[in-house]
């Protein structure tokens, strides 16, 4: 194809496709998952003065092909965006700006850097990881855990802070270990002060569930009654 796109055209384009791709999905990385990571990217950008074009691209494409389902292969999401530019017929420098941030953009365990390279990219995971906290984050971490068959919690098996990317996607332990091991961690990890801000609500609201969680698996019929 030689034609060549407008900006609009090339967002309606990415989003018909998204929306098509990640309509049914069941794990809380459907298109509504999508779109309130775009809507809350282009929030923060206008905020940060960052490139509204580029957020707006990089967060439809940024779950395009999630490692976790895609036996944590952290390639094909990066190869899918670029292939998708491609055939749209996107200038090379988007194209490997899109790229990097969803390179760059994944949560990789406790321990593990990740620093994102352009003020773009760093709205759009700030965007992705606001929306891993709150009522919305308990709602989809359970979703994901039942996807993945696992249980709600086990008290005798302890959160991991993990030291790597590789370790990382081979955890497979109870939901509940994910609010220490990433979700709880997020609200120290927000590029921008507006994200930070907006993270410490969700942050709190999350911190009571899992002290209500806990003291109803904890009941005491002498206290509690
Ligand atoms: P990231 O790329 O940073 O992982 P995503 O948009 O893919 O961000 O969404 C991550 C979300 O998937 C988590 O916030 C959580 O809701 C869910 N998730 C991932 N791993 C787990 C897990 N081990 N247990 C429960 N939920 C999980
Ligand atoms: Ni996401």
Do not use: C
Not at 89 to 109: C, M, Q
């Amino acid at each position: 194809m030689s034609e060549l796109l407008s900006r609009a055209e090339i967002i309606d384009r990415t989003t018909q496709y998204i929306q098509d791709l990640l309509r049914d999905e069941g794990t809380g990385h459907d298109w509504w998952h999508i779109k309130r990571v775009r809507d809350m990217a282009l929030f923060l950008a206008d905020k940060e003065g960052a490139d509204l074009f580029v957020v707006e691209v990089a967060a439809l494409l940024h779950d395009i092909a999630d490692h976790k389902f895609h036996d944590g292969d952290e390639n094909i999401g990066p190869a899918k965006a670029r292939e998708w530019l491609h055939s749209l017929n996107a200038d090379d420098d988007l194209i490997n700006e899109i790229v990097t941030i969803i390179r760059e953009v994944s949560f990789k365990g406790a321990h593990v850097n990740t620093e994102m390279s352009s003020i773009e990219g760093q709205v759009v995971q700030d965007a992705d990881r606001l929306d891993a906290l709150g009522a919305i984050g308990i709602g989809r971490a359970f979703a994901y855990g039942g996807y993945k068959e696992r249980p709600m919690y086990d008290p005798d098996i302890d959160p991991v802070m993990h030291h790597s990317f590789e370790a990382y996607k081979k955890e497979a332990g109870p939901t509940v270990n994910h609010f220490y091991e990433k979700l709880f961690l997020l609200k120290d990890r927000m590029n921008t002060s507006t994200a930070k801000k907006i993270a410490r609500r969700r942050h709190n609201y999350m911190k009571d569930f899992i002290d209500t969680f806990m003291s109803e698996w904890n009941f005491n019929t002498k206290n509690d009654l």
